[in-house]
Every structure is written in C-alpha cells, then in structure tokens.
C-alpha cells in the first residue's frame, strides 16, 4: 500500500519523451563546428515559406510520396481506423480518422508512405548524438535542438540539454522565441548559444505572412540579450516577403540596438517544396524564386556597413 505520505519518486529524465520528426548527421550550418541537429515536432507558426511544413503539426503525420505509389492497395485493407480511402484510382488519407500509428508505412511494399515525426526518450535521441561525440571534440562542434519550434516541447528540451550538459556537449536551440518567457528564461540557463530568428519587424506584415503577431518574439529576444551572452541572429530572405529594403533596414537596426555582433543571412530556397504535395498542404509562394547571389550579397555589404558581423548561411 501506498503512503501518501511519502512523495512518489522522481521520473529518470531519460526516460522523459517528446516527438521527433528527424535527426540530421554532420550538419555544418546549425552552429559552429560539425553538429548533429534534433528537429522537434510543432510550431505556432505557420511561415509561408516554410522548407519543413511537416515540422509544424505537434503530432506524426502520414506522408505520401505519389510518384512511388503502385495503387496496390495495402493501405487501404491495413489502416485499422479506415483513414484510407480511394478516390479516383488513388489511396488518400483522411486526416481526421488517421491517428499516425505507422502501420500503413510498414506495410506499403513500395515505400510510398512515411511517417513523420517519432515519439522517443532523451536516452534514445542521446544514443544517437552520442555516435557523433568525436567528431564535435574534433570540430568545435556540439548538438543543435531545431524545429518546428523546440520550444513547444520545454520538458523534453531541457532534459535533453541536461543530458548533453552532463556529457559536456556544446548546446545550440535554434528558435523563433514565439514562448511564454518563462519557457525562454529557463532553457537559457541551460544552453550554450542561440540561434534567434527574425523574419520581419513590422507586426502587421508578420502576422500575414507567419500567422502569429511578433510583439512577444521581440520582447523575447530583448529580455534574452540581457541574460544570455551567446546570440546569433538568423535572418531568412524571402524575395517579396522579408528582403524588401524597408524590413532589412529594420532588422538591421534591431540587431545593432540590442548590442549583438552580427546577422547569419538565410536565402530562401525551394528544398521543401515537394513536402507540402506529400501532406496534402497547398504551398503559398509558388512564384517565388531564389534570390540571386548578387542581391544576398548587396543585403550582405549593407549590413556589414552598418558595423555588423555578416555571414550567409549558418
């Protein structure tokens, strides 16, 4: 019989679980050094052009790959909650009756589902990380917690962090500060160096273009330059979006009032476009192009006149 009396041991933070949609080996853009990035499910952002929309959702999700599908039908006859349908020759997903249980994906004989986004320990993602510990010793380098947003799972990340603070692992979160600053204060005081994205100054033309209002964003980054000495500002240039004249003057004036060094530039690309066709997402910039070199390096050298530290890339 129980004392209630007594308080019920505490959980072993290995064992403490959060979701995960991909781990990615010998990163060099995540930070400095050689890195191994741990992208954690969910985001509040809904970012027009977002490269991993399959980030964005706190749960696993089903994705299609069409081009690999032969219609042999599996899906339909195994998915034990009748989320698969045909329609027109074709087996798509119901969204509503798909609970991401994976059983579709293992059994499609022709690789033409995955499953985005795994529920696992700290102990297991550390098992991974820690098969890359002598190549961050090598390189300077260290583990990077990116999203989606990692901040909407502060458990699982700070038990992480501790894991790899333990192992005396350089930390880096990569995050668009969209938090309770509670949330924010906390991890801070367990990582090593942040990567702080800003998209777009002007409240109203964030919230079309993101989703979500910035003001607590700012306010964030504002509180967190005064705590932590380790920022780095990353900033996306998406031609028509966030690379006008106007938001880069702005941006460049929030950096340089806030006292830190410098600007990691994050031309727009179009990696994860086919992303968006395997969720079943309708892509919101289908004309956007890629900036040229010559305009990311013209945002560069006015940045760097400004007396701040440039980089393009990570």
């Known amino acids: 019989m129980t004392d209630p009396d007594v308080p019920a041991p505490a959980p072993d933070p290995a064992s403490v ?19 191994t990035t741990v992208f954690l499910k969910g985001c509040p952002l809904r970012c027009w052009w977002c490269h991993s929309p399959e980030s964005q959702s706190p749960d696993p999700e089903i994705l299609i790959h069409p081009d690999r599908c032969e219609r042999c039908g599996t899906c339909l006859t195994v998915c034990p909650n009748g989320a698969v349908v045909e329609e027109n020759g074709r087996f798509v997903t119901v969204a509503a009756r798909c609970e991401a249980c994976g059983t579709c994906v293992e059994e499609c004989p022709c690789g033409a589902r995955a499953l985005a986004g795994d529920r696992v320990t700290v102990a297991q993602v550390m098992e991974a990380i ?5 190549f961050f010793d090598e ?3 260290g583990v990077t917690f990116s999203g989606g947003e990692p901040l909407m799972q502060p458990e ?9 603070r333990a192992r005396g692992i350089h930390t880096a979160v990569d995050t668009a500060g969209m938090a309770p600053w509670e949330v924010l204060r906390g991890i801070a005081a367990k990582t090593d160096l942040f990567l702080f994205d800003v998209k777009i100054v002007d409240d109203e033309r964030h919230r079309k273009f993101t989703g979500g209002s910035n003001v607590q964003i700012l306010e964030n980054l504002g509180r967190l330059t005064r705590l ?6 990353r900033f996306p240039l998406v031609p028509g979006v966030t690379a006008d004249d106007e938001n880069v003057r702005r941006v460049a004036h929030l950096v340089h009032s806030l006292g ?3 600007v990691d530039l994050l031309p727009y690309h ?26 990311v ?13 440039v980089r393009i890339g990570g």
């Open 260 to 262: 830190l060094p410098g």
């Open 297 to 309: 390096k013209a945002i560069a050298e006015r940045l760097a006149g400004l007396g701040l530290q």
């Open 17 to 35: 679980t959060g979701v995960v949609f991909r781990v990615e080996r010998f990163a060099v853009h995540d930070g400095p050094g050689i890195r």
């Open 130 to 134: 820690e098969r890359d510990v002598v």
């Open 270 to 295: 179009r990696a994860g476009l086919a992303k968006y066709a395997r969720l079943g997402v309708e892509y919101r910039l289908p004309d956007t192009g890629i900036p040229s070199g010559m305009a």
């Open 228 to 233: 932590h000495g380790d920022i780095r500002v």
């Open 156 to 164: 699982f990340l700070a038990a992480l962090l501790d894991a790899c």
């Open 139 to 141: 390189s300077g380098g």
